[in-house]
Nanobody
Framework: EVQLQASGGGLVQAGGSLRLSCAAS????????IGWVRQAPGKEREFVAA???????STYYADSVTGRFIISRSNQQMFLQMSGLEPEDTATYFC?????????????????WGQGTLVTVSS
C-alpha cells in the first residue's frame, strides 16, 4: 500500500524558514516522482516542486518558489526547505506521488496523496 506522510508545518514570520518532510512507503522507488502541492483557503491546488527518484534526481519548481525553496530526497523521504517565506506561501502543503520519473506541474498528474501539513506565514 502506497503511503505518504507529510510533516513539519507550523507558524513562521515572514522572511523565516521551515523544512517540510514527506515519508514515503509502498513505492517502487527507482521509478517514481514525488512532489509538493499546496492549497490556500478558497484557492485551487498549486504545484510547488517535484523530484524524481531515478538517476541523480531531477527537480522542477514553480516560478513562485524558485530561488527560495529547495526540494531534496534521501532514502524514502523527501524534504522541502523553504526560505524567505512570504504570507502568500500560507497554505496546506501536500506531498503527492506518481509512477514514472517524469515531473509535471499539473497536480492532476499525481496519483497518490498524503494528508497535508499547514504552513502559516505571518506578516
Amino acid at each position: 500500500e502506497v503511503q505518504l506522510q507529510a510533516s513539519g508545518g507550523g507558524l513562521v514570520q515572514a522572511g523565516g524558514s521551515l523544512r517540510l518532510s514527506c515519508a514515503a512507503s509502498g513505492f517502487t522507488f527507482d521509478n517514481i516522482a514525488i512532489g509538493w502541492v499546496r492549497q490556500a483557503p478558497g484557492k485551487e491546488r498549486e504545484f510547488v516542486a517535484a523530484i524524481s527518484w531515478s538517476g541523480s534526481g531531477s527537480t522542477y519548481y514553480a516560478d513562485s518558489v524558485t530561488g527560495r525553496f529547495i526540494i531534496s530526497r534521501s532514502n524514502q523521504q523527501m524534504f522541502l526547505q523553504m526560505s524567505g517565506l512570504e504570507p502568500e506561501d500560507t497554505a496546506t502543503y501536500f506531498c503527492a506521488g506518481k509512477r514514472g520519473p517524469a515531473l509535471y506541474s499539473d497536480p492532476g498528474r499525481y496519483e497518490y496523496w498524503g494528508q497535508g501539513t499547514l504552513v502559516t506565514v505571518s506578516s
